[in-house]
């Protein structure tokens, strides 16, 4: 195939870009996905040994584009992340190198909506609970008495796509809608009945249900602690002594997961439940141990659907950058200029 060259810039360093890549994908991509990278005349390498030599790299969370990893790849050109989160690439280092960066923002949502309802439904019901009692021959009806979601506030510490997205489901269950997202246009807010509060303090006072949406940066790190946990009053606005409840399906290290314990311990939680850990695979995390506390192993983009959306969403990206277009998800600055 001839190759057809053209050049893009990422902060004034040029970026030579061909029709034809070679392409590592080092955490699985749907094979519809691949077949059509194929199709269009790229190489896909679904197991490489290095990233030496390759145009294009595919990540999920797994892979993290550190600066050594980075200068060892110097034919990249763009690194894809399929999925939301980019906090495991060093955005500086791709930048310094010339990489543009692109994730896959949209095509999860809808999987990591249900999880988290999914997760704070069998949060208020006892559901991971009674299921380990029954398997253990414990028949604790009387022991397992929940509270609705109906009538409480919910928190959302961020409130982009995904939140947006629970608070709608939240909203029809009867729920309050509050949030902290300094970020986010107020029109947005009003636009989904949700009250944005100047400071996220406000919001743990007011809601015995808080769902973490944010991305992970040095500013959000923690943000979730034990100040901000003691802040909660476990009485919903109904008046219903429910307990406090917290659920993360978003960027581990968001959550002081050693806070957590502690006041899953003192009361100060009634439940926990999370997706995403500070370090994964989270296997002997101590919160595994705690009778108030269920997770899951980071799947919250682990359906089909979304698999199958990310994997296109990925593929028509990285085909539309070797043809010379940028692609709308670039997460680093870059200008195409030919």
């Known amino acids: 195939m001839k190759h057809v060259y053209q050049y ?3 902060d004034g360093v040029a970026i030579k870009r061909s029709n034809m890549a070679n392409i590592a994908v080092t955490d699985g991509m749907a094979a519809d996905a ?5 199709d ?3 190489e896909v390498d679904l197991e490489p040994s290095s990233l030496d030599g390759f145009d294009a790299v595919v990540i999920r969370s797994a892979t993290k584009m550190t600066p050594d990893a980075i200068a060892q790849a ?11 989160g980019v906090d495991n690439i060093d955005l500086d280092a791709a930048t310094d190198a010339g990489i543009l960066v692109c994730n896959t923002p949209g095509s999860s949502t809808q999987s990591v909506v249900e999880l988290t309802i999914g997760h704070m439904l069998a949060s208020t019901r006892h559901i991971a609970t009674a299921d380990r009692d029954l398997r253990q021959g414990n028949w604790t009806k009387k022991s397992l008495r929940g509270t609705e979601l109906s009538g409480k506030r919910i928190g959302f510490i961020g409130f982009g796509r995904i939140a947006q997205g629970v608070g709608r489901v939240a909203r029809a269950l009867g729920m309050e809608l509050h949030a902290f997202d300094p970020y986010l246009p107020a029109h947005v807010a009003d636009a989904e009945n ?6 996220v303090a406000d919001v743990f006072r007011l809601c015995t249900h808080i769902s973490v949406h944010c991305n992970l940066t040095d500013e959000t790190h923690h943000l979730i ?7 909660m009053t476990g009485i919903g606005a109904d008046g219903t002594d429910c307990g406090n409840h917290l659920v993360s399906c978003a960027r581990g290290g968001v959550v002081d ?9 003192n009361g100060v939680l009634a439940s926990c439940a999370l997706d995403v850990f500070e ?6 995390n101590p919160l595994l141990n705690h009778p108030n506390f269920h997770g899951t192993p980071h799947i919250g983009a682990a359906t089909k659907e979304a698999q199958q959306r990310i994997g296109f969403e990925m593929a028509d990206l990285i085909i539309d950058f070797f043809n010379g277009t940028t692609p709308n998800s670039v997460v680093n600055k870059s200008v195409l200029i030919e």
């Open 225 to 231: 602690n034990r100040d901000t946990l003691a802040l």
């Open 8 to 10: 893009a810039y990422v």
């Open 194 to 199: 949700c009250e944005i509060h100047a400071d």
């Open 257 to 265: 997961e050693t806070a957590v314990l502690e006041a899953l311990n």
């Open 74 to 84: 110097p034919n990249l050109k763009l690194i894809g992340r399929a999925g939301v």
């Open 279 to 284: 370090v994964e695979p989270a296997i002997d």
């Open 40 to 42: 269009a005349g790229h």
């Open 34 to 38: 691949v077949t059509k990278l194929l």
